[in-house]
């Protein structure tokens, strides 16, 4: 029998609120992001390690507030004049002049500043006189690690989506081996996918033994 091939086509990126998984690692941010426009001082910050949604979270919101997007090396303070604005991973580094003046903009009627980062911005540096200050009053709302619910929730989309229905073992053995992060659980998913294809198998627990066991971190030692 030939073999299937499969037509591996990147897509970009749809940040749709509907495809975002609650659950308690995001709670808070869910929560705290529904109370715009009432930020303290119109701002917040979506603080969380890499690969927990908040780029996700933070494109939904700037969708449904018609924010604007902001370079976040060269930011355009008078496209977020009178406007909600958005910065992401400005603890990459953010020029500090304007950053001061976008937190102090985003006070004023009409504005409002969400920034991303994987650090609290009392961990930002801080160069310009008075902006220490302004870092340590921004209000934080926390991502947490997904936890198992969010995990399992994502691995079953993103084999949905593949149109792949794995034995119901894969998801307990996955879930306590596999990076606790949303992008590896894309990652392990288009693996598995190749794997079964290339292998002419389903994906089970073998298969995504066999996928696993060139990652040290994630290796099986029992049966």
């Known amino acids: 029998m030939v073999r299937q091939l499969r037509l591996s086509l990147e897509r970009p990126a749809a940040y749709n609120r509907d495809d975002f998984q609650a659950g308690a690692a995001n709670a808070q941010a869910l929560a705290t992001l529904a109370t715009w426009p009432n930020w303290h001082g119109g701002c917040l910050v979506l603080v969380g390690p890499e690969g927990v949604g908040k780029t996700h979270l933070a494109r939904v919101w700037a969708a449904e507030t018609g924010a ?3 370079e976040r090396l060269t930011p355009d303070l008078a496209a977020a004049a009178g406007r909600p604005a958005l910065i992401e991973d400005v603890d990459r580094g953010a020029p500090a002049e304007a ?3 976008l937190i102090n903009m985003a006070a004023r009627e009409g504005a ?5 980062a994987r650090t609290p911005p009392a961990a930002w540096p801080a ?3 008075d902006l220490r200050s302004r870092l340590n009053a921004l209000p934080v709302a926390e991502i947490q690690e997904p936890d198992d619910e969010i995990l399992e929730a994502v691995l079953r989309k993103f084999f949905r989506q593949r149109s792949i ?3 119901k073992d894969v998801y307990p053995y996955l879930l306590r081996r596999m990076e606790r992060s ?3 659980a894309r990652e392990i998913v288009m693996r598995l996918d190749e794997a079964a294809d290339a ?3 389903p994906v089970s627990r073998a298969l995504a033994r066999s996928v696993l066991e060139g990652d040290n971190q994630n290796l099986d030692l029992f049966p």
């Open 165 to 167: 229905r794995p034995t």
């Open 99 to 101: 950053l001061f003046h």
């Open 112 to 116: 409002s500043l969400l920034l991303t």
């Open 199 to 201: 292998a002419g198998r």
């Open 182 to 184: 949303i992008p590896y």
């Open 127 to 129: 160069e310009v006189p």
């Open 68 to 70: 604007a997007m902001l």
